[in-house]
């Protein structure tokens, strides 16, 4: 198990440039609408252009991941973080800018798909809740420290959002130079070289158990390039990831990390504060995850989605009569809630479900159905912002009203979803059939 955890932990550190990279617009959008003169098209253009790369990323990883491997691919997620980071850091021209900004989603959304399917297919299935969940955890330390550099930096002037972006180059180089320690997936190995390459494999992670279940799988299955993912018998755990990642990004999660500042800049917080009050949340995120992640595994991934969902719908309607000018100096504490309910449950179970959800010969393509999902939706989300809120009188209060009753529509969905604890990832099929 040493090394179990040594690996995800490894795969996990895409997850921290994943987060990094989605909250680190939020202490730059202002900055940048300014210096290139943008109207609220283009600035919601320049704060989702990395979503629109990111939609584009997790459509291609599950294809890549199948035909060259999980750990190729983990590779090209790390240059492409770097060449991102850099790239944003040093562009003259907003044209520039644009570009890496993509590139940058690229990884994201590659990485979205091949960190958690990875990690799901080096666990043992009584861990495999806490170990994908390491990716989650990765996610929201990067969204923390994201906004802990934004207010270390907010101060050095006209280039701050220079810093901003570029520092993310450090840890991508990190990771692309610790990829070399992990071996190929076990899982991925049964079913392209054969059930010989795989036990080498999961005799490194001490499971031998998992190498017979392996070994049946891959005599049974065609090799994943040949399974197509649309047939009858995957339609089940097909709706259940499609909706499960559009009612993720329907609770409003990724306007309030790409917007923070300037939501409480609505809420009348001078811009220091504005600046300050995102670590507040970055800090919540983290916390919430780690307690949504030491239990997923006994509770479940059904009842902490229950959970968390009438938590959020309280919280956002506090949000939007709090923008609204009723009690908006308790702003804070509501998207705190609100964080805290998402991190427990939405953010918590998310990547777990996609990456488990699947048996094993498509699981990386219904991963990328998934996941492609949840960044479409997310663009969307991010581009409409700034126009609903600038348009409208009262758009704060409109868009907020719009995610709660959202959210009261993922609760009857969540009621329909099966409980994937603690199952073989091989004996899926059964769970959503």
């Not at 170990?131 to 989650?136: A, E, P, V």
């Not at 309607?317 to 998402?342: N, P």
Request: aromatic letters at 14%; hydrophobic letters at 55%.
């Amino acid at each position: 198990m040493k090394n179990v955890w040594k690996y995800a932990l490894i795969a996990s550190l895409g997850g921290f440039l994943f987060g990094f990279e989605t909250a680190v617009i939020s202490g730059a959008e202002q900055i940048i609408q300014q210096l290139w003169q943008l109207d609220a098209f283009w600035h919601g253009l320049t704060v989702s252009i990395s979503l629109i790369g990111t939609i584009l990323g997790a459509l291609l990883a599950g294809g890549y991941a199948e035909k060259y491997g999980r750990k190729p691919v983990l590779a090209l997620i790390a240059l492409l973080y770097l060449f991102s980071a850099i790239g944003c850091g040093l562009s003259p021209i907003w044209s520039l800018f644009l570009l890496f900004r993509f590139l940058g989603g690229l990884a994201v959304g590659v990485s979205s798909v091949v960190g958690p399917v990875y990690i799901s297919e080096i666990a043992p299935a009584k861990d495999r809740g806490k170990l994908t969940g390491l990716f989650q955890i990765m996610i929201v330390s990067g969204i923390f420290v994201a906004y802990l550099t934004n207010f270390l930096f907010a101060g050095l002037g006209d280039n701050a959002w220079r810093y901003m972006l570029g520092i993310m180059a450090l840890p991508a180089a990190l990771f692309y130079a610790l990829l070399r320690l992990l071996p190929e997936s076990p899982r991925w190995l049964a079913l392209h070289r054969g059930s010989e390459a795989a036990h080498v494999v999961f005799a490194r992670l001490g499971q031998a158990s998992a190498m017979a279940d392996s070994a049946d799988s891959s005599a049974t299955s065609t090799p994943q390039q040949a399974t197509s993912l649309w047939q009858k018998r995957y339609s089940k755990p097909i709706v259940f990831a499609v909706l499960l990642a559009f009612f993720n990004q329907m609770t409003g999660i990724n306007a309030i990390l790409y917007y923070a500042p300037r939501i409480f800049e609505m809420a009348g917080f001078d811009a220091q504060l504005a600046y300050l009050q995102p670590i507040f949340i970055g800090g919540t995120n983290v916390l919430f995850t780690l307690l949504g992640m030491s239990i997923i595994d006994r509770v479940g991934r059904k009842k902490l989605l229950l959970l968390g969902a009438v938590g959020m719908f309280v919280f956002l309607l506090l949000t939007a009569f709090g923008l609204k000018g009723e009690h908006s100096s308790f702003l804070l504490f509501y998207i705190i809630g609100f964080i805290g309910c998402f991190a427990l449950s939405q953010g918590a179970v998310i990547w777990v479900f996609l990456a488990e959800i699947f048996p094993n010969e498509v699981r990386a393509k219904g991963s990328s159905l998934g996941s492609s999902t949840h960044w479409v939706f997310a663009a969307i989300i991010s581009w409409l912002f700034p126009v609903v809120v600038e348009g409208f009188e009262q758009g704060g209060f409109y868009i907020f009203l719009f995610y709660a009753l959202m959210v009261v529509l993922s609760f009857v969905f969540i009621l329909l979803l099966p409980e994937t604890k603690g199952k073989d990832l091989e004996s899926m099929k059964d769970a959503t059939g």
